[in-house]
């Protein structure tokens, strides 16, 4: 069954430091989507990054990068330079085709909650 | 543009009494999913529809639990009777494509506390 492990629970860090959040999936599918989400203390679910399972470059907006590794089934995310306004959590979410073959519902992690301290 | 717009935001009933959140999805989009999110079992999807028609409800906790869309602008989550153990963020979102190969918008949530 497909399962999206996010082993660390929370992560405490100082602005301007770097942090790698962790994400592992498990699924049977060849064909499957990543995502991570950011939920901040307000409450909202916010999209971040979609990556599908034929494309492992690796992607980087600003900040924020993303490292997909099929051979480890992980999905890592890091932000350079932390700042306070980071301070959220960080949910990884992986989909896969349903039964119809062409949608499927979206499993997310426990999620990682990031605490960026001044 | 409006985003996914949910209501009420909060809601506190007493055990027993029936409950309906509400979802109007963002125009256009096709798909629409109901989570629940719980500090024990963290999101969970509930129920998932693509143009109206229910596709996975295998979510769904039990019978208590109904969730309806009648039209593309309009869903329904409704737990009759509530217990105490539904206390939860309900979050209804949507998304422009079938099931998973889009972005999902999600709403800002309903958060339910039964007493």
Same mark, same amino acid.
């Given at each position: 069954?497909?399962?999206? *492990? ?11 430091? !770097? ?11 060849? *064909? #499957?989507?990543?995502?991570? #989400? ?19 470059? @690796? ?12 051979? *480890?089934?992980?999905? @890592? ?8 306004? !980071? ?13 119809? @073959? ?9 999620? *990682? ?6 | ?12 009933? $007493?055990?027993?009494? %029936?409950?309906?959140?509400?979802? =109007? ?36 906790? %039990?019978?208590?639990?109904?969730? =309806? ?8 989550? =409704?737990?009759?009777?509530? $217990? ?18 889009? %972005?999902?918008?999600?709403? %800002? ?7």
């Amino acid at each position: 069954a497909q399962k999206v *492990t996010q082993a660390q629970t929370e992560i405490s860090v100082v602005e301007k430091e !770097d942090v790698t959040l962790d994400c592992v999936y498990e699924t049977r599918d060849t *064909t #499957y989507y990543l995502f991570w #989400y950011k939920q901040p203390p307000s409450g909202e679910l916010v999209f971040l990054i979609r990556r599908n399972s034929f494309d492992e470059q @690796n992607e980087i907006s600003g900040r924020y990068s993303w490292n997909f590794q099929k051979s *480890t089934s992980s999905f @890592n995310f890091t932000i350079t330079a932390s700042q306070v306004v !980071d301070s959220a959590v960080y949910f990884c979410a992986l989909s896969e085709l349903d039964r119809y @073959n062409q949608g499927g519902k979206l499993i997310f992690g426990q999620g *990682t909650e990031l605490s960026v301290k001044p | 543009d409006a985003g996914v717009i949910q209501s009420p935001r909060h809601e506190v009933t $007493e055990m027993g009494q %029936e409950v309906t959140l509400r979802c =109007k999805p963002i125009s256009g989009h096709n798909s629409l999913f109901w989570y629940r999110q719980t500090m024990m079992r963290g999101l969970e999807l509930l129920i998932y529809f693509n143009n109206n028609v229910p596709i996975d409800d295998s979510g769904m906790p %039990e019978d208590r639990f109904s969730a =309806k869309m009648p039209n593309a602008s309009f869903s329904t989550l =409704k737990i009759q009777p509530s $217990e105490p153990r539904d206390s939860a963020v309900y979050f209804c979102a949507s998304s422009w494509a079938r099931g998973f190969t889009g %972005e999902l918008f999600f709403g %800002e949530g309903s958060r339910l506390t039964v007493l």
